[in-house]
């Protein structure tokens, strides 16, 4: 009897799996080009780095009707470009790994999102001739035209400069506090600008005890700790500090909880953040958005988006070195329909700083160690 | 009589049929969830199947993914069959394998004396790296489950600073990565994948398949040797099953769960070495990280013994591979693909289990 039973679970289960096969494809034309994209670990649904590149890829479906395949909001403009994103679940080979499966299944362009995708991605290129790969925040020596490997590199300490000068602007004669993620020279960059933004625009800065600046450690775990960054936040707001500025990924939203909580201002990173909490599906997320001030856009969606056009408007794309400034659209901050009354009194001020900036009068240092020298430099 | 023998290799046979149901039964699991998410099973499966087992490269890549996990899980299966309950192996193998690349880095060998140094300063440090935890439990009875806890963030902090600080090898402009200087080539891990190529097995040159593969053959060998074929793991074992027991019989209870610490620690040494002398030729804290806990599992599903964690081990690397082919070839979401795996780790172990007491019940009632 008990077999009988096992025998027919089997039987039910063998008849299910054919039971379901039968899902539709369409397989009219295939797609022009394939572009494939490798978030890091825990990347995608981070409301600013990653999702930048995301919406990135959203803007290519758009422009040239393609769309993004399992892609839970079904991001569909029609077949010419097909896109697939993934994302490794630790480090080591994986992201090898997946970068290669995408080059195997004839992918066009292939993106790593995020420095750790130096060595791997350079290793795959190598293999792949006819593949090119474009990377985000990642460095990679001895590229030239021809090289089928762009970096996407960005000027992030000129974005976070606006942003430090809208802080040093509308502080209240309050402090003004910056929280980096991960402690590495990549963030000391927004951390650098930032400072000099502010201080640029408001001598009352300029006393060492207004600004406030802490790291939330040194792995990076750091971009996705939001209880360290509500911890730093809550500290710092407490000390006095009236706006805080973060350069920590996912772990951002501590700082507009505590943003929140304090009825203090934040000013978010990489994508425009106050409109993404505004229009978000819960509500706690979305009572937050009040909060945050502006955010400095490192438009990683921009980058992602002109490699794109370059392979799809010319056939194939420039190897090398990209560099994504105010003069390129790469950074900047963001202006929305909830942040523009609030922003309207100083906005020709940041502008005219924007173009001092494009036209070189006003050069950012892109180090905080760097401040210093800077300010003695250039501030009376 | 002769019934007797026929009986006895029955519950051999059903021992084996264990694990093996419970992967059935994780698939049927694995299978239901992809219906509830609303995939095709069939699509499924076949995603799996294309990543996993569809190519000789693809089983290398299992393989070679399998290393690392073998590592984690005989480290943590050596402490196991003591008795001792080792979750250290994540601090133990990040500082080890820091003494390692340090040894990489740093010393001046030719190639077949740096390769074998710099696997000994691993377990070096691994096993230093538990020996506080060690002293600890055995002189002033602290539970290691506690310190090796705590060893596993002070070993994060520590590599943290020291390979932003002191060891950074990152020059200006250079790679966003903070890392360690190069290890010298003469310590880099070469590659087997010449000689499996040589027996037939057509593994392209990118897997991973290093020297590291055979350290791990080694240590297997070692290993079980040790734990069955000497007194000093027979006595290891003994402690695992009866402390009092073994005391009362003479043994050094103390020095023995130190050893069996020490060498767990030692093991778990080795954890990171194909990331770091085969895949990246330096060190930096980025290297795979919560593989001292997947050991914990994979002691588990082996039951402690080499050969069972060589499965097990095997058997974690497939899943992994069966992860990434649902997120490649179906739209399953991610999140429900850790879900999954999850699932299908859990239904292992606790069919594992139930079969385990049924066999026990089984035998007991046969000794009546």
Redesign the interface.
């Known amino acids: 009897m008990k077999k009988l039973g096992f025998v027919l679970i089997l039987l039910l289960s063998v008849s299910l799996i054919f039971a379901g096969g039968t899902k539709e494809k369409s397989k009219t034309a295939g797609p022009k080009y394939k572009i494939g994209l490798v978030f890091d670990i825990g990347g995608r649904g981070d409301k600013s780095f990653n999702d930048s590149a995301h919406a990135g890829l959203v803007h290519i479906a758009k422009q040239y009707k393609g769309y993004i395949k399992d892609d839970p909001d079904n991001v569909n403009y029609g077949t010419v470009i097909e896109m697939k994103y993934l994302e490794p679940k630790a480090g080591g080979q994986d992201r090898e790994q997946l970068l290669r499966v995408l080059a195997e299944q004839g992918y066009n362009l292939i993106y790593g999102i995020g420095f750790m995708f130096s060595d791997p991605l350079a290793k795959v290129a190598k293999d792949f001739p006819n593949v090119h790969f474009a990377i985000v925040d990642g460095y990679i020596p001895n590229l030239d035209k021809n090289s089928n490997i762009t970096c996407l590199l960005f000027k992030e300490h000129e974005g976070s400069f606006l942003v430090g000068a809208i802080a040093g602007l509308m502080n209240k004669g309050g402090k003004i506090g910056f929280i980096g993620g991960m402690d590495i020279p990549l963030i000391h960059k927004f951390e650098g600008g930032y400072i000099a933004g502010a201080l640029y625009v408001n001598p009352k800065l300029r006393d060492e005890s207004m600004i406030l600046a802490q790291y939330i450690g040194k792995d990076p775990s750091a971009f996705k700790d939001a209880p360290a960054a509500y911890n730093i936040a809550s500290n710092m707001y407490r000390q006095g500090a009236t706006i805080i500025y973060h350069a920590a990924g996912a772990s951002g939203d501590g700082l507009f909880q505590a943003a929140e909580e304090y009825k203090k201002l934040a000013i978010g990173v990489d994508s425009d953040q106050g409109l993404i909490y505004a229009t978000a599906k819960d509500a706690a997320t979305r009572a937050r958005a009040k909060y945050i001030l502006t955010s400095m856009l490192k438009r990683v969606d921009n980058a992602v988006f002109r490699t794109a056009t370059e392979l799809i408007e010319n056939g194939r794309v420039d190897g090398g070195y990209h560099s994504f400034g105010l003069k390129e659209n790469g950074v900047g901050f963001a202006v929305n329909k909830y942040n523009k009354d609030e922003l309207a009194p100083i906005i020709s001020k940041i502008e005219s700083i924007r173009k001092k900036i494009i036209d070189g009068e006003i050069v950012v240092p892109d180090n905080d160690s760097k401040v210093k020298a800077w300010a003695l430099k250039n501030l009376k | 009589m002769p019934g007797i023998k026929l009986r006895f290799d029955r519950y051999k046979l059903l021992e084996i049929f264990a694990p093996v149901a419970g992967f059935l039964a994780s698939i049927?699991v694995l299978?239901i969830i992809v219906?509830v998410v609303g995939?095709?099973?069939?699509?499924a499966?076949v995603a799996i199947y294309k990543?996993s087992l569809s190519s000789s490269a693809k089983v290398a890549?299992i393989l070679?993914?399998s290393i690392?996990l073998f590592f984690a899980g005989i480290a943590v299966a050596f402490a196991f069959q003591s008795g001792v309950f080792n979750i250290g192996a994540e601090g133990q193998y990040y500082f080890g394998g820091l003494i390692g690349a340090m040894a990489g880095i740093y010393l001046h060998l030719p190639a077949f004396i740096h390769i074998p140094v710099v696997i000994l300063f691993s377990m070096a440090g691994g096993a230093l790296w538990a020996l506080i935890p060690a002293i600890l439990k055995v002189t002033k009875n602290v539970h290691e489950v506690i310190t090796t806890i705590m060893f596993n963030s002070i070993a994060?902090?520590l590599v943290?600073?020291l390979v932003?600080g002191p060891l950074s090898g990152?020059g200006q402009?250079?790679?966003?990565?903070?890392q360690t200087a190069k290890i010298q080539s003469t310590a880099l891990f070469g590659k087997l994948n010449g000689f499996f190529r040589m027996l037939g097995w057509n593994v392209p040159d990118?897997v991973?398949l290093d020297y590291s593969l055979i350290v791990a053959v080694i240590t297997g060998f070692i290993v079980w040797f040790v734990l069955f074929r000497m007194r000093h793991g027979f006595e290891i074992r003994a402690i695992g099953i009866s402390l009092d027991v073994s005391r009362y019989s003479g043994m050094k209870v103390k020095q023995l769960q130190l050893s069996a610490f020490v060498i767990s620690g030692a093991l778990s040494g080795l954890i990171g070495l194909?990331?770091i002398f085969a895949?990246?030729g330096y060190y930096t804290?980025?290297?795979?990280?919560?593989l001292g806990f997947d050991g914990i599992a994979i002691a588990l599903i082996g039951k402690n013994s080499p050969l069972g964690v060589v499965f097990a081990s095997l058997l974690f690397a497939f899943l992994?591979q069966a992860?990434?082919g649902l997120?490649?070839y179906?739209?399953v979401?991610?999140s429900v693909i850790?879900v999954i795996t999850g699932l299908m780790i859990l239904f292992i172990v606790v069919i594992n289990e139930i079969v385990a007491a049924y066999i026990r019940t089984l035998r007991k009632k046969e000794a009546v």
């Open positions: 049927v299978l219906i995939e095709s099973p069939g699509e499966l990543f890549t070679s993914v690392p994060l902090a943290n600073y932003n990152l402009g250079k790679s966003l990565e903070p990118y991973y194909q990331e895949i990246r804290y980025g290297i795979a990280s919560g992994k992860g990434y997120q490649f179906t739209s979401p991610n850790y």
